[in-house]
């Protein structure tokens, strides 16, 4: 599972680089978007269906 974790690792890394690149995100808001493009790229990587708001289990 490391290699997994790493490619998804990389993957989100590589993503919000590009976005700074491109203008769309400024540096300083690199956390707040790598933990969401982290979030995407795993929960799509694993097949995770995210959870709804308001839904209890």
Same mark, same amino acid.
Do not use: C
């Given at each position: 599972?490391?290699?997994?974790?790493?490619?998804?690792?990389?993957?989100?890394?590589?993503?919000?680089?590009?976005?700074?690149? %491109?203008?769309? @995100?400024? !540096?300083?808001?690199?956390? +707040?978007?790598?933990?969401?493009?982290?979030?995407?790229?795993?929960?799509? %990587?694993?097949? @995770?269906? !995210?959870?709804?708001?308001? +839904?209890?289990?």
């Amino acid at each position: 599972m490391a290699s997994m974790d790493e490619q998804i690792l990389r993957a989100a890394k590589e993503i919000v680089v590009k976005f700074i690149e %491109a203008g769309r @995100v400024s !540096p300083a808001g690199f956390s +707040e978007t790598f933990k969401s493009v982290y979030r995407t790229v795993d929960e799509t %990587a694993r097949g @995770v269906k !995210p959870e709804e708001p308001g +839904e209890d289990s």
